[in-house]
């Protein structure tokens, strides 16, 4: 049945009814067009995409096992029992990035894990004690009044080193407010001050900033200018108010850094610090203001550094074996099933530059595991062309016609592959979530990679291999070549 | 034909033959637990000299700085593993630099993982609750692709029990591996587990999807031989989606580098025992829930397995 002219490398079919006819050489064309695409997404100098307000680099991602770096957990650090509030752990996630990002690592991750943990992940960074005590600089900002003590108390809590207490304790206050957001904006008179084993009172915390920027002053000397949220801007306009000429102590990590007189009201949220500042030292003033002001203390709850070395290593292996894993397959189904076979091989092919582009464009990062679900995930994309192959086969045994027995193969074989594939993504999901919410971003990564692979195979086996077995089956008659097809003979 | 349904309780006993002494091992030994699960430092460090010195040597640096009850081991030629509790950074650079000086060489760190033991427990439970999850969703996926056939139910459940089996055969090898090589439970065997659970259920739906198929076609044949007719029709995929998997995994363990060999060992267990549960005791089990033959297990004047 020469029904077809080869036409500029597409088959024009004429007649016939069976399924694919008259979408064929669309599907074709559109498959073309796809593999000139992932060829050129996986190409490894690609330039990215820049095109007026798109930016988008398309670069290989690896995890931290493969080219070394930091990983650590940081956990709130509060009294067991307490909840965290959603929105501060948030808040403090933002200002774990600024402050990984002052440490000047590429591709640095920050992404909450959970209710109560901050993943970072600093890939390449050498100095693992440094990016951790930066981290865990916890930086608890609080504005606390000090209006009640002389300035010789004030002069002694100034001493370096000393710890003063305060009425705010981590997620929860002592005042009847539940997070520490709201508990700022509670009227000041409502609390007690001065205790007698000097509890001080927190007015607000640095969760309350929005801006802090370092100015010069008429004199040419240097002054910090903030400004406060609404809620901030209220809560401190009441104090200020009430406490004109009395001083407000700056409080990191319960130690007090500075302790300026107010002195005017504070109405519209806008204020600044003066003092005796060089340049240098009110730079350090705002940075302190605006980064150390996590709304709830943070500690390293787990940590993992790994040399570069171990993950040059990893990743050079896992490639050659993902190779010659490939190769292996290839070579299995090419033997075994012949000219399917081989068709099969290119369709893997076309899978692998798909998966990978899919990879590189989310960007999926690729952690050891990963490379390990990608590699399954081969498996997987065989299967499907095994289980239509399985079924072509014995519908060629039992008499039928070539054409017949490739698209019965097809519908046949289909609700097993769905079914299974199925199965095989609720597990992908169920791995994901317990990845995502633990911080295991090893598990994450492998259920990511597994499950588009999944999704990229059922594509692939479905419409790639198909069309490009009737591209081939077009051109050629089975009654003279059924060896092609691992069928012992011509029914 | 291959009859293989018809001596479905020998290949029962084959699975028990495994499974039993592994479940003894787990019973005996328990898993030993990772610094991931069980909280601690663990330290992979590179002596660039290129001679060790004897662990106690190591063990003493380890003792003078309040880690006493460390386990030092070595790997290679060159570089040491160490598992203490739970340490800090600062005590890391400390005690690696003591062990720099007292050896005379500069060591390279490759890792150091800390966790607390807090999040470890956590895992372990979150653990448990994924592997539960996954057999609930894939139980009522089941049921409901084969709603249209007879006892739906039925072969959501088979699945479930062969997956459990594989669950078993990884968790009972596993024991007596670590028992006997000093291996440790990690999140990576966690995924394997997992995975090992996607697969065995991908293979048993194969199975079961042609009995479903075939169900419909020989509606006069006995449910036994429909069963076991699905079975070998299905047998050349099996084994072949077997090999391919194999194959895959076989290159990752031997070119895939020492990180990720005890994940892609507990992967060809779970994925060789996946495709013997989906063949040899899944669909047997169908068979035995529709002629109710447990009704003659313990009957002693009644043959066993009637075929």
Same mark, same amino acid.
């Given at each position: 049945?020469?029904?077809?002219?080869?036409?500029?490398?597409?088959?024009?079919?004429?007649?016939?009814?069976?399924?694919?006819?008259?979408?064929?050489?669309?599907?074709?064309?559109?498959?073309?067009?796809?593999?000139?695409?992932?060829?050129?997404?996986?190409?490894?100098?690609?330039?990215?995409?820049?095109?007026?307000?798109?930016?988008?680099?398309?670069?290989?991602?690896?995890?931290?096992?493969?080219?070394?770096?930091?990983?650590?957990?940081? !956990?709130?650090?509060?009294?067991?029992?307490?909840?965290?509030?959603?929105?501060?752990?948030?808040?403090?996630?933002?200002?774990?990035?600024?402050?990984?990002?002052?440490?000047?690592?590429?591709?640095?991750?920050?992404?909450?894990?959970?209710?109560?943990?901050?993943?970072? !992940?600093?890939?390449?960074?050498?100095?693992?004690?440094?990016?951790?005590?930066?981290?865990?600089?916890?930086?608890?900002?609080?504005?606390?009044?000090?209006?009640?003590?002389?300035?010789?108390?004030?002069?002694?809590?100034?001493?370096?080193?000393?710890?003063?207490?305060?009425?705010?304790?981590?997620?929860?206050?002592?005042?009847?407010?539940?997070?520490?957001?709201?508990?700022?904006?509670?009227?000041?008179?409502?609390?007690?001050?001065?205790?007698?084993?000097?509890?001080?009172?927190?007015?607000?915390?640095?969760?309350?900033?929005?801006?802090?920027?370092?100015?010069?002053?008429?004199?040419?000397?240097? !002054?910090?200018?903030?400004?406060?949220?609404?809620?901030?801007?209220?809560?401190?306009?009441?104090?200020?108010?009430?406490?004109?000429?009395?001083?407000?102590?700056?409080?990191?990590?319960?130690?007090?850094?500075?302790?300026?007189?107010?002195?005017?009201?504070?109405?519209?949220?806008?204020?600044?610090?003066?003092?005796?500042?060089?340049?240098?030292?009110?730079?350090?003033?705002?940075?302190?203001?605006?980064?150390?002001?996590?709304?709830?203390?943070?500690?390293?709850?787990?940590?993992?550094?790994?040399?570069?070395?171990?993950?040059?290593?990893?990743?050079?292996?896992?490639?050659?074996?993902?190779?010659?894993?490939?190769?292996?397959?290839?070579?299995?189904?090419?033997?075994?099933?012949?000219?399917?076979?081989?068709?099969?091989?290119?369709?893997?092919?076309?899978?692998?530059?798909?998966?990978?582009?899919?990879?590189?464009?989310?960007?999926?990062?690729?952690?050891?595991?990963?490379?390990?679900?990608?590699?399954?995930?081969?498996?997987?994309?065989?299967?499907?062309?095994?289980?239509?192959?399985?079924?072509?086969?014995? !519908?060629?045994?039992?008499?039928?016609?070539?054409?017949?027995?490739?698209?019965?193969?097809?519908?046949?074989?289909?609700?097993?592959?769905?079914?299974?594939?199925?199965?095989?993504?609720?597990?992908?999901?169920?791995?994901?979530?317990?990845?995502?919410?633990?911080?295991?971003?090893?598990?994450?990564?492998?259920?990511?990679?597994?499950?588009?692979?999944?999704?990229?195979?059922?594509?692939?086996?479905?419409?790639?291999?198909?069309?490009?077995?009737?591209?081939?089956?077009?051109?050629?008659?089975?009654?003279?070549?059924?060896?092609?097809?691992?069928?012992?003979?011509?029914? | 034909?291959?009859?293989?349904?018809?001596?479905?309780?020998?290949?029962?006993?084959?699975?028990?033959?495994?499974?039993?002494?592994?479940?003894?091992?787990?019973?005996?030994?328990?898993?030993?637990?990772?610094?991931?699960?069980?909280?601690?430092?663990?330290?992979?460090?590179?002596?660039?000299?290129?001679?060790?010195?004897?662990?106690?040597?190591?063990?003493?640096?380890?003792?003078?700085?309040?880690?006493?009850?460390?386990?030092?081991?070595?790997?290679?030629?060159?570089?040491?593993?160490?598992?203490?509790?739970?340490?800090?950074?600062?005590?890391?650079?400390?005690?690696?630099?003591?062990?720099?000086?007292?050896?005379?060489?500069?060591?390279?760190?490759?890792?150091?993982?800390?966790?607390?033991?807090?999040?470890?427990?956590?895992?372990?439970?979150?653990?448990?609750?994924?592997?539960?999850?996954?057999?609930?969703?894939?139980?009522?996926?089941?049921?409901?692709?084969?709603?249209?056939?007879?006892?739906?139910?039925?072969?959501?459940?088979?699945?479930?029990?062969?997956?459990?089996?594989?669950?078993?055969?990884?968790?009972?090898?596993?024991?007596?591996?670590?028992?006997?090589?000093?291996?440790?439970?990690?999140?990576?065997?966690?995924?394997?587990?997992?995975?090992?659970?996607?697969?065995?259920?991908?293979?048993?739906?194969?199975?079961?999807?042609?009995?479903?198929?075939?169900?419909?076609?020989?509606?006069?044949?006995?449910?036994?031989?429909?069963?076991?007719?699905?079975?070998?029709?299905?047998?050349?995929?099996?084994?072949?989606?077997?090999?391919?998997?194999?194959?895959?995994?076989?290159?990752?363990?031997?070119?895939?580098?020492?990180?990720?060999?005890?994940?892609?060992?507990?992967?060809?267990?779970?994925?060789?025992?996946?495709?013997?549960?989906?063949?040899?005791?899944?669909?047997?089990?169908?068979?035995?829930?529709?002629?109710?033959?447990?009704?003659?297990?313990?009957?002693?004047?009644?043959?066993?397995?009637?075929?």
């Amino acid at each position: 049945m020469p029904a077809c002219q080869p036409m500029a490398g597409i088959c024009l079919i004429s007649g016939g009814d069976y399924y694919m006819s008259k979408r064929f050489p669309w599907l074709l064309v559109s498959i073309i067009v796809l593999i000139i695409i992932t060829i050129w997404i996986v190409w490894p100098t690609n330039p990215g995409i820049h095109l007026g307000s798109i930016n988008k680099d398309i670069q290989t991602k690896l995890g931290l096992d493969l080219v070394g770096g930091v990983q650590a957990l940081l !956990e709130a650090d509060l009294p067991t029992g307490t909840k965290v509030d959603p929105e501060a752990l948030s808040t403090a996630r933002t200002i774990v990035e600024n402050r990984v990002n002052g440490l000047g690592v590429n591709e640095a991750v920050v992404q909450q894990a959970g209710n109560n943990r901050i993943l970072v !992940e600093l890939p390449g960074e050498t100095d693992p004690a440094k990016a951790l005590a930066a981290l865990q600089q916890t930086g608890l900002l609080e504005f606390v009044d000090f209006s009640k003590i002389t300035q010789t108390e004030i002069a002694a809590l100034q001493i370096p080193n000393t710890v003063i207490k305060t009425d705010f304790v981590g997620g929860t206050t002592t005042s009847t407010s539940p997070t520490p957001t709201t508990s700022a904006t509670s009227p000041v008179t409502s609390t007690a001050v001065t205790k007698p084993e000097q509890i001080f009172h927190t007015v607000m915390t640095g969760a309350e900033l929005s801006s802090v920027a370092v100015q010069t002053t008429a004199t040419g000397g240097y !002054e910090v200018a903030f400004v406060l949220k609404p809620d901030g801007a209220k809560t401190f306009k009441d104090f200020t108010t009430a406490n004109v000429g009395k001083p407000l102590a700056i409080v990191l990590d319960k130690k007090v850094i500075s302790a300026p007189n107010i002195q005017n009201p504070i109405t519209e949220g806008k204020g600044v610090i003066t003092g005796n500042y060089t340049i240098d030292s009110a730079n350090a003033l705002a940075i302190q203001l605006k980064y150390g002001s996590l709304p709830i203390p943070l500690r390293v709850a787990s940590s993992q550094t790994v040399g570069p070395t171990l993950g040059q290593d990893s990743l050079q292996k896992s490639l050659v074996a993902g190779v010659i894993g490939m190769l292996v397959v290839m070579l299995y189904m090419a033997l075994y099933y012949r000219l399917p076979g081989i068709v099969a091989d290119l369709a893997l092919i076309v899978y692998a530059l798909i998966a990978f582009s899919i990879f590189k464009l989310i960007p999926v990062t690729l952690t050891l595991p990963g490379i390990a679900g990608f590699v399954l995930s081969v498996g997987v994309a065989v299967d499907a062309n095994v289980l239509i192959f399985e079924r072509m086969k014995e !519908e060629l045994r039992a008499g039928r016609t070539l054409r017949q027995s490739v698209d019965l193969g097809w519908a046949r074989a289909w609700p097993s592959i769905r079914d299974s594939n199925f199965s095989t993504l609720i597990t992908c999901l169920i791995l994901g979530y317990f990845g995502k919410t633990y911080g295991a971003s090893i598990v994450l990564g492998f259920a990511l990679t597994l499950g588009i692979g999944v999704l990229v195979s059922m594509f692939t086996a479905i419409i790639v291999t198909r069309t490009f077995l009737h591209l081939v089956l077009d051109n050629i008659e089975f009654s003279e070549h059924h060896t092609w097809f691992g069928v012992a003979r011509s029914l | 034909m291959l009859n293989i349904v018809g001596r479905r309780y020998l290949f029962f006993g084959i699975s028990l033959v495994v499974i039993i002494p592994g479940m003894i091992a787990l019973a005996l030994w328990g898993l030993p637990l990772a610094i991931d699960f069980s909280g601690g430092s663990l330290l992979q460090a590179r002596f660039d000299s290129g001679t060790l010195p004897q662990p106690a040597q190591i063990l003493e640096v380890y003792r003078q700085n309040g880690y006493g009850d460390s386990q030092i081991q070595t790997s290679g030629t060159d570089q040491i593993i160490v598992r203490t509790k739970q340490m800090d950074e600062t005590t890391k650079s400390k005690i690696v630099a003591a062990l720099s000086k007292q050896f005379n060489t500069n060591i390279t760190v490759l890792r150091f993982d800390t966790v607390g033991p807090a999040v470890g427990s956590e895992v372990a439970t979150r653990a448990a609750l994924a592997v539960a999850a996954a057999a609930v969703g894939i139980t009522l996926y089941i049921t409901y692709a084969f709603r249209g056939v007879q006892h739906a139910f039925r072969y959501g459940i088979s699945a479930i029990i062969a997956m459990l089996h594989d669950v078993l055969v990884v968790l009972g090898v596993t024991a007596i591996l670590c028992h006997f090589l000093g291996w440790e439970v990690d999140p990576l065997f966690l995924t394997a587990l997992l995975t090992v659970i996607g697969f065995s259920v991908h293979d048993t739906i194969v199975v079961f999807d042609r009995i479903r198929e075939n169900s419909n076609t020989f509606r006069r044949l006995p449910y036994e031989t429909v069963v076991n007719h699905s079975i070998v029709q299905t047998l050349a995929r099996s084994i072949n989606t077997q090999l391919t998997v194999m194959f895959t995994l076989l290159a990752l363990l031997l070119f895939g580098g020492i990180t990720i060999r005890h994940f892609v060992l507990t992967l060809l267990i779970g994925v060789f025992s996946g495709t013997y549960s989906s063949i040899f005791n899944a669909a047997p089990i169908l068979v035995v829930w529709e002629n109710r033959e447990w009704r003659n297990w313990f009957r002693k004047d009644t043959q066993e397995a009637p075929v």
